[in-house]
């Protein structure tokens, strides 16, 4: 790979993408373009300007955008259509932001003319595939710099002298280092590393940011109502809202009941297993609620279609694939089965739990004239039941009589 | 079909199997065999005994046996090797008990030289589906009696009235009739019809039997710790018990914190959707600390092969095809995976819901020394990442060139 | 069920759709509409409307439609897009003509006010299955009659004593029974029954009738060129062509050569094993073809995805699924992945084979260039290798060295 | 990696393994132990013995085993269990003994006291990631030297002056560049590269080597009996054989016809397309007869589950992970299905093709009883068939119901 000219960089503003930003400066003599983005992490974004100003970033350079009603609408969204969970548990919190962020670096490369794109991921995580993988995919020319792999500053005693050497301020709580490690956005806040690493020691209360403890949320239940459109929420108790709009809400009200935590060993796609708390607390209540409504609104052939995909469309995501072939054909298959997941769904939370208690659609298959105790008018005869058995049992005779057969 | 001889009948004891029993008695003029299973519903099995004396049936064909064993060791464990969850939810209490009954009846059948058998289920859900397929699997020559698919008993009216023509005793509190229906064992109770037939009403208080509501739960979480071996769970807190025992427990310990509620409208197997609520406290708590072991013990190909086949194995056993080859594959499957499934999982209870929080093994596949934010003393070389990404990217990379290539 | 007051029949014009139609008419006192299909079963249809007047049928009610275009262009082909191969080596020629046939029915129901359709399948195969299922997706309310299943026509003396009773002509040839039942329309030719009932024997030759014997086929080879679009035939030796006169020419060529045979034992949906001829030279040649051009335009990502749902695909089309959401949204994911699939394949018909011998497109991901033994210059870098390896590997040595641990 | 001490290396005997051999001797001054295998590739053993010991190798250290009967009987037989077939056509022959050279590598370094392996596949090929993962997976503290990945002979002249600058005899034949690249043993031989890169450009007639023309093979066709054992053959026209004989004698009649000859192009585990002539003839043989037998000995509940888990079991045999923990969970899924899969077929070997045209077993579940089109003396209800069509249509109806519904 030729040397850099003019590098996009996913800038946070932190000491670590700073220190990222001089080193491109320095290491390549490289232009560098900075590109930070509001996927709701819950951060000032205006800091990261002037440092980046600072660090000698012409204005021209600097991005700074709001991308959260983009990130909910386009990733988060139809990832949920698929109730999409990584090892039966991981909502994809931190996987399903790296192509949208993959995405406008090498759109904003497009634009200034920049050769490279880079990333402050390190080499033993999943992120620096996401972010490649969706770099690559989109532009197959783009060169990618990561410079945790590849520079020499492997401890934080380095990382420090080379911030001090090259004038970046470094905040007074980075002196010492994280006790952990945070990667936020508005589906998730995702913890990791240090004090986590052993999966035998419980995570310590401090870990968790955005959910209340659960013995500390309301003594009582609240109840909130989702309305879904093809799948995707479109009001809460009745209140129409944008996708990012919704999103926040519900993380507001779940996170206040202390719900959405995760505490869980998952396999990474490099091949090691990392332990991470999770806490998706908007998530958590809209996974529940997307599974209330399918259950009223599709029948048993495309919700077990659905299921059965579903782990390997997950897997996608989390390996960093959502630029690729497959993932975008299981998605049409997943979007082709919302056209009628319309509807509304009441789930109740309570310190740490989110239940659906009730679900009602216009759009319902629930035939109560079929189901129930009673009468029911001739909607359904008793009595086809018995071929049907009979019919499902004939192969499994057949295999009786020639096993008794050969046995005997 | 030819007119049975001799009728082996799931015999509860409860009002409706009475009536069955006479009906076959007067309708058939057969010999009745009774079976009656404690398979851990909860109730005595002796006024059985007497009620089936009364009935007229010979000592020597009233069957009654504790089969509790038998059920968690033989069908609940293997099937939670396989964290197996019907449409996402469903822990499948009823679908995994009515195998263990159908082969006792065969069983009984072969025993008494009786040419049929016999159960009490509608014509309108899947439990007939389950004990048919396998009362037709174990024994291709069987006859099945079904005679809420046959007779003319379709009112709670004319059933009073058979039983009183035939003097049939009728519980006091069975004259009414009850608001839903209830079935039982050591896994699961599970309620449904009646005032549960809409689902958009949220389901009243009472129908909870074996979980206390979450807010009157304990205010303070309770730890458990869970010990598997190959899959199987094989102790709590360290203290070594029998499957039935282990399950016992963790439904005391999960029923006492209000942990296992779920209202689900779930797909039967004969084309309509139910709507049930079930409670799986014990159940609920051994999932959450299966998996929890399996994220330590498992490594991704087996764990993601098992994910992926596992709704297959729900539906199958759902739909009654636990005797069948495809189960039995899909088993050796998922065992031949457990080998190392051995360790301890420490989960939280709390309020309704049961978290893991710790979970340790000799068998561990967590690699502290991989994983580590700090120097890993070169167990990884960060470096190895770069072709990891370049070759899956190439693929990647072929597809956007040609894209370009022929849109250009 | 209500009796019926006016029934579309799919009529065929020969003895057996005769004795129905007249059936019909005396059981139901109904009015029937006749609808005859020229799906390139190779026969005329006029003698079908002189059958359908010589029984009292109104020209109104008499309906006889080529139907070739819609078949291969709306059911052939896009089941074609996914390989389709049921139980690995059936090209599906009999199940996909079912859903089309059904379709009609029922718009013709609708057109001329009739409230039912009935069709001349007997109750031991699939065609029952597919016809019904297909109706009752269209039209919830219509109702099906199914004459084998219901009168008491048992057997070919009754047969043809209700034929002369009601002055139904017999052809000669009709007088004795046919060694074997026929199948036939534009895709293929499938036999089955009487002579070919044991699958220890083989299939007398005379049994063929769309090939010609491998033996007796051209000394030569012959070389086709099939062009893509889309994945969808569109050209045959460079010349455009469509849908059916595509399958009618590759037919021709297929069957010249002896292509497309097969002898094959397989599971009905209705639970028991049968075997069947089948004679299927255009399609055999076709997806031969398709495959090899999705072999240099289809990513690994896309195909693998595709090959692994495609047995799924291929059972809901055998069992009669066509009109269901799930075969909807698979087709949707298939459909997805062929907009590249354009190209052309050159196929060698030879004695029986078909096989791919070279294949070329703009579309093509195939590089030269990656992939020589000679100097790539730089477009791939062997070392990328050693990195991918070590990720892919590395969970299988921490699996290996706990496997050591615990035994050791 | 530090440097290794002794090296087990995959010798052919060969040019270029021989050049390898020389090159760990020179550039890591390591002792080098030959292991050479006779896996029915057709090659004499003695020379590489000859050639060892004149590069100095010591007699305890050369190594020269006849693997073809393990090869066969546990490496291709439990494959052919599976069907398995890689991108729907692939019969896996170089992807299957990939697995056994490495284990023999590995154990025999065991033996030896030797540090690492060492292979002469490239670092563009599929073979490389074959030969590393089994390595790792069976000894994770092994070292895996791949010379060319490393070296700096890079092209062909270089090598050519390497072999002559150290004595390296070279063949007459060898001065020049070999027009493709050919991979043999028992189960086929594969040639890719050079001529064959361009996949639009038919393959020249003088690639094939194991297989006649189909245009020049017999014009009368031949049968051959396959008797089967739970899945695997045991016996040829009644005469019972071992593994590698089986295998031997079908590729001798396979050949013979022109069977098993395929030209491919196919996605490589490394991201790149490429494109392989194979010639399989034995193995195609074995797969028809084993489809044939399973056709009558396995229902469809089996069947169904082994076609749709077999393209992710082709794959990871494809892909090198044959020692892996989801490989052995499939193969323990798929032995599971063959308990039954005993029994004879005849299969038609003519001009390129092989047929089944008859099969038996004791194990058969055909039935004839249930499937005639003649009396079946009341093996099979028609009328089942109504039941069995309405409870399967029943979601159908219900969907189309609602669907008039909303858009009504």
Chains 1, 2, 3, 4 share one sequence.
């Not at 000219?5 to 320095?26: E, N, R």
């Amino acid at each position: 790979m030729s040397a850099p000219k003019k590098v996009v960089l996913a800038y946070s503003g932190g000491l670590d993408t700073s220190i990222i930003l001089k080193w491109l400066q320095t290491e390549y003599r490289c232009e560098v373009v900075t590109f930070t983005a509001d996927l709701g992490q819950g951060e000032e974004l205006d800091p990261a300007r002037k440092k980046a100003e600072l660090l000698g970033i012409k204005p021209e350079n600097i991005y700074i955008e709001d991308v959260r009603e983009e990130f909910v609408r386009d990733f988060v969204f139809p990832m949920f259509r698929a109730n999409a969970l990584y090892e039966g548990l991981y909502l994809l919190g931190t996987s399903i932001a790296r192509p949208l962020i993959s995405k406008r670096l090498v759109e904003i490369a497009a634009e200034t003319g920049a050769d490279a794109v880079a990333h402050g991921a390190t080499g033993k995580g999943n992120d620096q595939v996401r972010f490649e993988l969706s770099a690559y995919a989109l532009n197959p020319n783009i060169k990618v710099i990561a410079p945790w792999r590849e520079w020499t500053l492997t401890s934080r005693t380095k990382l420090l002298e080379f911030a001090e050497a090259n004038q970046i301020p470094i905040a007074k709580d980075k002196r010492g280092e994280a006790p952990f490690s945070v990667d936020a956005n508005l589906l998730h806040t995702s913890s990791e590393g240090k004090v986590l690493e052993n999966p035998a020691d419980e995570a310590p209360d401090y870990v968790y940011q955005r959910t209340v403890h659960p013995e500390e949320a309301p003594d009582k239940p609240e109840m909130v109502e989702i309305t879904f459109e093809k799948g995707d929420a479109v009001a809460i108790d009745g209140e129409a809202m944008g996708p990012s709009e919704i999103l926040t809400l519900l993380n507001e009200l779940g996170g206040k009941h202390g719900v959405g935590r995760l505490d869980l060993v998952e396999n990474r796609f490099v091949g090691m297993k990392s332990r991470g708390i999770y806490e998706t607390p908007g998530g958590t209540v809209l996974l529940e609620a997307h599974r209330g409504i399918e259950q009223i609104t599709l029948d048993s052939g495309a919700g077990h279609l659905k299921d059965s995909i579903m782990p390997r469309y997950a897997e996608l995501i989390y390996n960093g694939f959502w630029f690729s072939p497959e993932r975008e054909m299981l998605q049409a298959l997943i979007d082709k089965s919302q056209e009628h997941v319309s509807g509304t769904v009441r789930v109740k939370l309570f310190k740490g739990s989110a239940r659906t208690v009730a679900r009602w659609s216009e759009h319902s298959l629930y035939s109560e004239k079929h189901v129930t105790f009673e009468e029911d008018a001739g909607a359904y005869d008793q009595k086809d039941a018995e071929g049907f058995i009979r019919l499902n049992a004939l192969r499994l005779k057949l295999i009786a009589t020639r096993n008794a057969r050969v046995k005997g």
